[in-house]
């Protein structure tokens, strides 16, 4: 039973239009998150929620735009992609503290042309 | 100066050596150190994870932390072809009951056969 998933894996798609990853977890977390992988592998977090409610926005440039309808599930809506959005975009969940460490999703690698 | 910083690779031994990963970190602030692990194409999982001080051993896994130095290392002994991935150190913040979890940059490790 997959812990955390996340849709669509891969996603290419042209400059200027609006796409959404979903992301779910069954592991009865708290709190989820959002991170981006760039090309020289470096994870980032962009935000986290916990119990639908928006913990962290790390500067992440407004056509980023997260959405809880749950705790269990966390989608992230990009508008007007950019070239430099191509990436790996990891969702990942925690107990409330984290501090057991963050489970994450296998990723969706977002590639803009 | 980033908050963490992570020995830059790749790195690649002979099976059976014994690897030794290691990260600094700026941020006092930092409570809880964990190791990841991320193979080509996946997410990263919780290798391990510590508090305080000291060694903590999983099987051929020691991870080290000396907080007064803000120095954390992860021994691998008697690697195996297997353990060909990239591993990040990461380490969290606690503000309150919330937690933010940051990486280093990633070392790709090759265990040569």
């Known amino acids: 039973d997959t812990a955390v998933s996340q849709t669509p894996k891969y996603l290419v798609t042209q400059m200027g239009n609006d796409k959404s990853i979903k992301c779910e977890q069954n592991?009865?977390?708290?709190?989820m998150y959002w991170y981006k992988q760039d090309s020289k592998k470096f994870l980032k977090i962009m935000f986290s929620y916990n119990n639908k409610e928006l913990i962290i926005n790390e500067t992440v440039p407004n056509r980023f735009s997260p959405k809880s309808p749950d705790k269990a599930h966390l989608n992230l809506h990009i508008n007007s992609l950019e070239l430099g959005d191509s990436a790996v975009y990891f969702c990942?969940?925690?107990?409330?503290?984290?501090?057991?460490?963050?489970?994450f999703g296998s990723g969706t690698r977002l590639t803009v042309v | 100066q980033k908050e963490v910083e992570q020995d830059p690779g790749p790195l690649s031994v002979p099976e059976g050596a014994i690897v030794s990963l290691n990260c600094t970190y700026s941020?006092?602030?930092?409570?809880?150190f964990m190791w990841y692990r991320q193979y080509s194409r996946k997410g990263p999982e919780l290798l391990m994870y510590?508090?305080?001080?000291g060694n903590k051993e999983d099987g051929r896994f020691t991870a080290q932390v000396d907080k007064s130095s803000k120095y954390i290392s992860l021994f691998i002994r008697d690697s195996q072809p297997s353990d060909s991935a990239t591993y990040l150190c990461a380490m969290i913040t606690l503000t309150g009951a919330n937690s933010k979890l940051t990486f280093g940059k990633g070392i790709t490790l090759s265990v040569r056969p």
């Open positions: 990942a969940s925690s107990q409330m503290t984290g501090t057991g460490g963050y489970t």
């Open positions: 941020n006092s602030a930092f409570q809880y």
């Open positions: 592991l009865g977390h708290d709190t």
């Open positions: 510590t508090y305080s001080s």
